[in-house]
């Protein structure tokens, strides 16, 4: 039997060491909206103050190995469900952070990051009154990840930090951010962000190509209509289709199929319109080439 | 590279602003990315609502943006042409300066390295265009 969510006012998080400026960083971004922090020295220590305080939040430390920090997230979340725990680590495979998302963690941070993404989802989950995952994996190999998300902001900030866990380094980071434009567009205009609909996600890597593939649960939409999106704009004027949203009484935006689609080598979309394929090509792997 | 790549502030986004001559200089620290744009989106509406017309947003410390954050910058763009006065960028580098490229946007929106130069190119709009 799992406990539910802490009821008190007063929020508390386990931050395991790391011994260095990010213990320093979680540190200032919890206290400054008043959490109280219980510091431990290691996984063993977690655990055991884990069995007995109802902690809102839990943040490894980064010199324990990724398979360390899902094996104590596994142990935590079979008596406390709901707790929010957050992976730092040094070391890790593409499949631990398949096993962490697998086993409910909230994110993963592999070195190096960025000390301000951190600090952000450290604040999105401190945020979440009381969390459920909102990330499903159906089927997950290095190779070919498949699951659903939960059409919300957070969730898709979440999935795109895991799926940077997934990427191997010759895949560039404009993959990801090509597939978090996708990602929102589908969450916003498929489930107009919709917390109750869920978008399905397929992350494949073949031996020379990453590919992405994103369906919405709405009705889809022909991109030759898109008059609102820059992806119709003539080459020579960029900024015609902000007339166009002003005029429809729409907030600043239409860049994100664009961007996506120059950040990968191909965009493709389903008859419907609910369903993206991005593409992008990448030199093998130095190990794979002989 | 093994370390925490720091920006130097937990903070996402940080807005300031000064005034050069009838130049409003906006300081971006941090990302504009989803979530924390509506926060650039207020403070420039709060701008152009206030009469500034010749604006210079200075993206130095600016590490990140997606679509959300530059729409903002371009409607603020377009507007503020329409009213007779300009939006510029001063400093784009790395991530930032990638994604203005690879859109083509710097032909739109012109970019200076050097903030004298930055504050110099609104002069050719007069004074006219400082307030409305």
Redesign the interface.
Known sequence: MTTPCSSTDQKTALVVASG???DE?LT??LASDGWTIYPAADNQHALALATTEPFDLIVTGRKMLGPEDVELLRKIRSARAHVRLIILT?RFTPGDVISAMREGAFSYFS??????E???MV?AAMASPCWDDGIEVFSATPAWVRLAARCD?STA?RLVQFLRGVRNPDVP??VI?AF??VL?NAMEYGANFDPSQHVEISFIRARRAVACRVKDPGHGFSLQELRHA?LNNP?DD??SH??V??AQGLR?????L??AK??VDELIYSEEGNEVLLVKYVDPPVSQVA | MTGCKSDGDVVGLTISTRVRDDVTIVDLRGRSTIGESELLDRHLQKLLASGARKVLLNLTELTQVDSSGLSIIIATCASLRRHGGDLKMLCPSGHVLEVFRVLRLLGTITSFDDETQALASFRSLGHAASSS
Do not use: Q
């Open positions: 260095d400026d990010v960083l200032n971004v040094d070195a190096p990051f960025d000390a301000s951190l600090a952000a604040r902001i900030n980071e404009g951010s978090k434009e929102l820059a080459a960029m900024l902000v007339a949203r002003e600043p935006g239409g860049f994100g664009l961007l120059k950040l």
